[in-house]
């Protein structure tokens, strides 16, 4: 799973019905070194992601089409490694934005229009230093190589994979992101923007709405999961820590 150092240009599907939206992102992508494609809508994109080759997805919420939520659940159903690919979302009004922290999309970022193309492609960037395998060669199970201990917990991150009290735990990448920060130092208190800082990229304004909403998923499948008492214990004002 060791990545080359030689990889090659990473290519970003840009998928936005608005022209002028679109040029503006193609070229800042293009001129920062990105291969970058185009999609005007959203079934074109999934038959494109389909095809391969596809690094990371940037998607426009608001097309005429499927629409960028849809999209993004049936990426995440298809077969194979395509469905792990970092998605950041493109959302247009508040109640967008909502819905993107508010679902469990599987969301990695979203930047809200408008916004700035260089901003957008500082993300990308950021995102994909943490993709931690070319996303076509990603085995389906993988070995059971990596997998380290901490308490109840079990994590494998090369795989991104983690399992409490031996059940594996479906987690979007941002849960994922959360409690691997946690279970790397196990009683620290990290506060909002630590954990945030560890698992995404986003503007600072709603940080803590986001860790908090996230938290609140993760501590559900915990608990669907059988744990009894609380793993991950709030300190107000302050943060989260894991009790392990
Ligand atoms: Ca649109």
């Known amino acids: 799973m060791l990545r080359a150092m030689t990889a090659p240009v990473a290519h970003v599907l840009v998928v936005e019905d608005e022209a002028a939206i679109a040029e503006t992102v193609l070229y800042a992508l293009r001129s920062e070194g990105y291969a970058a494609s185009h999609c005007l809508l959203g079934g074109e994109a999934l038959q494109r992601l389909q095809d391969g080759g596809i690094d990371l997805l940037v998607l426009d919420v608001g097309l005429p089409d499927l629409g960028g939520f849809e999209v993004c659940r049936r990426l995440r159903a298809l077969p194979g490694a395509v469905a792990q690919l970092p998605v950041i979302f493109l959302t247009a009004r508040n109640d967008e934005l909502d819905r993107v922290l508010g679902l469990e999309l ?126 991950i214990r709030t300190h107000r004002g302050v943060g989260y820590a894991l009790q392990v």
């Open 106 to 231: 599987g969301a990695d970022d979203y930047m809200t229009k408008p916004f700035s193309p260089r901003e957008l492609v500082a993300r990308v960037r950021a995102r994909l230093r943490r993709v931690p395998a070319p996303v076509i060669a990603t085995p389906g199970p993988a070995e059971d190589g990596g997998w380290r201990e901490t308490g109840a917990f079990a994590i494998d991150r090369e795989g991104r994979r983690i399992r409490f009290q031996g059940q594996p735990l479906e987690l979007t990448r941002y849960e994922y992101a959360l409690l691997d920060a946690l279970l790397q130092r196990p009683g620290a208190i990290l506060s909002r923007a630590q954990l945030m800082d560890r698992g995404w990229d986003s503007s600072a304004d709603s940080a803590d709405r986001t860790v908090d909403t996230h938290v609140k998923t993760l501590r559900a499948k915990l608990r669907a999961a059988g744990a009894s008492d609380e793993p």
